[in-house]
T-cell receptor, first 112, second 117 residues
Framework: ELKVEQNPLFLSMQEGKNYTIYCNYSTTSDRLYWYRQDPGKSLESLFVLLSNGAVKQEGRLMASLDTKARLSTLHITAAVHDLSATYFCAVDIAGTASKLTFGTGTRLQVTL | DGGITQSPKYLFRKEGQNVTLSCEQNLNHDAMYWYRQDPGQGLRLIYYSQIVNDFQKGDIAEGYSVSREKKESFPLTVTSAQKNPTAFYLC????????????????FGAGSRLTVL
C-alpha cells in the first residue's frame, strides 16, 4: 500500500524567511504532484514532477523530486502572507489507474 | 469557462437519510473522482471512474454509491450506511483514460460540505 507522509503538519513562519516542506512516500514512483488549498476552498495544482532530479519553480516556491530517496521537497523563499495555505503532495504510480494518494497536508501560516 | 461544478455547496442531512452530491464537468475529461476530506487530514479516495458506465471503489467506498451514465456527470450518494458522513467532499476530473500513462493532473471542484444533524 502506497503511503505518503508530509512534515511538518503545521508551519508558522515569518514573512521573509525560508523554509522547506518534506514529502516522503513508501513505494517506487517517479510521479509526484503538489497542490495548494486555501481555507474552505478547493485544491489547485502547483507542480508536476515526473522524473528523478526534476525541479520546478514558480515565484517563491520551488519543488524537487528525488526518486531514489522517495522524497520531494517544497522550498519557500522569502515567504509572504499570500502563501498562507495548506500544501499537499500526492503520488501515483503509472499503470495503476492513476489512483492518487495524498499526504496529510502541511498547513502554512505566514505572519507579519 | 471550463471547469467542475459541485452542488450543493452546503448540505445538512438527518441521520438515516440518503443524500446525493452533484458533480458536473465541461472539460471533456474522461476520468472523474470523489474524495473525502476531514479536518486536518489529507484527501481519501471514495470512488473513481475512467469511462462512462464504469467505476471502481477507492479506499473508503463503504456507505457510498456512484453512477457514471454520462461523461460529464459523476454524482455521489451518501447512504445511511455511512456511519460518519460529516465531511468536505471534493469532486475532481482528469484527462486520464484507460491505458494512458501520462501525468494525471486533477482539476477539482469547489467542494460540498455535508453535515449530519
Amino acid at each position: 500500500e502506497l503511503k505518503v507522509e508530509q512534515n511538518p503538519l503545521f508551519l508558522s513562519m515569518q514573512e521573509g524567511k525560508n523554509y522547506t516542506i518534506y514529502c516522503n512516500y513508501s513505494t517506487t514512483s517517479d510521479r509526484l504532484y503538489w497542490y495548494r488549498q486555501d481555507p474552505g476552498k478547493s485544491l489547485e495544482s502547483l507542480f508536476v514532477l515526473l522524473s528523478n532530479g526534476a525541479v520546478k519553480q514558480e515565484g517563491r516556491l520551488m519543488a524537487s523530486l528525488d526518486t531514489k530517496a522517495r522524497l520531494s521537497t517544497l522550498h519557500i523563499t522569502a515567504a509572504v502572507h499570500d502563501l498562507s495555505a495548506t500544501y499537499f503532495c500526492a503520488v501515483d504510480i503509472a499503470g495503476t489507474a492513476s489512483k492518487l494518494t495524498f499526504g496529510t497536508g502541511t498547513r502554512l501560516q505566514v505572519t507579519l | 469557462d471550463g471547469g467542475i461544478t459541485q452542488s450543493p455547496k452546503y448540505l445538512f442531512r438527518k441521520e438515516g437519510q440518503n443524500v446525493t452530491l452533484s458533480c458536473e464537468q465541461n472539460l471533456n475529461h474522461d476520468a472523474m473522482y470523489w474524495y473525502r476530506q476531514d479536518p486536518g487530514q489529507g484527501l481519501r479516495l471514495i470512488y473513481y471512474s475512467q469511462i462512462v458506465n464504469d467505476f471502481q471503489k477507492g479506499d473508503i467506498a463503504e456507505g457510498y454509491s456512484v453512477s457514471r451514465e454520462k461523461k460529464e456527470s459523476f454524482p455521489l450518494t451518501v447512504t445511511s450506511a455511512q456511519k460518519n458522513p460529516t465531511a468536505f467532499y471534493l469532486c475532481a476530473s482528469s484527462i486520464q483514460r484507460q491505458f494512458y500513462s501520462g501525468a494525471n493532473v486533477l482539476t477539482f471542484g469547489a467542494g460540498s460540505r455535508l453535515t449530519v444533524l
